[in-house]
C-alpha cells in the first residue's frame, strides 16, 4: 500500500478555519466562565491586567488542549476529518502527547511569523511545514474510509 500524499495548504487552511469555528465557541464559553468569576464587572475598554492575564491565559491552554488531545488520540481535529487530513509522525502512528505539544508551539511561531512556515509547504517535496520537518511529521490526504 503506498503513502498517501502530503496534505495541500488550502487543505490545511480549510481544516484550520473549521476548527476555528469549533475554537470560537470554546473560547466564548470560557469567555462567559471567567467573566463570571470576575462577577461581570469587567470595562471591556479598560480591562484590569489580572483578567486580561486570565482570558488570554485560558484561552491559549483550551486551544492547546484542544490541538494536543486531537493530535494526539487520532491525529485528526474536527477540521481535519472534515477535509480528511491526518497528522502522523515517522512511523506513520498519530504523534505522542510531547511531540503534539511542541508541534502546537511551533505551529503557532510558525503562524506568527507571517504564515511562512506553513507557506514553506508549498515548496516542499513532501508538503511539510517547518513544524513538521522539524519533528519529523507529516499531514497526509487521506481518502474516504467506504
Avoid: K, N
Avoid at 503562524?111 to 508538503?127: E, K, M, P, S
Amino acid at each position: 500500500m503506498s503513502t498517501p500524499p502530503g496534505a495541500a495548504l488550502w487543505r490545511r487552511l480549510a481544516a484550520l478555519f473549521y476548527d476555528l469555528l469549533v475554537l470560537v465557541a470554546i473560547w466564548m464559553f470560557a469567555a462567559a466562565l471567567i467573566l463570571l468569576a470576575f462577577h461581570g464587572e469587567v470595562d471591556v475598554a479598560r480591562q484590569p491586567a489580572l483578567y486580561h492575564f486570565v482570558l488570554q491565559a485560558t484561552l491559549l491552554i483550551l486551544s492547546a488542549l484542544y490541538f494536543v488531545i486531537s493530535w494526539s488520540r487520532g491525529g485528526q481535529t474536527i477540521g481535519m476529518r472534515a477535509w480528511r487530513v491526518r497528522l502522523v509522525d515517522a512511523q506513520g502512528r498519530s504523534p505522542g502527547w510531547s511531540r503534539a505539544l511542541l508541534r502546537f508551539v511551533l505551529a503557532t511561531l510558525s503562524l506568527l511569523a507571517a504564515g511562512a512556515g506553513f507557506i514553506y509547504c508549498l515548496f516542499d517535496a513532501d508538503r511539510r511545514a517547518w513544524h513538521d520537518v522539524m519533528l519529523g511529521t507529516r499531514m497526509l490526504h487521506v481518502g474516504r474510509a467506504d
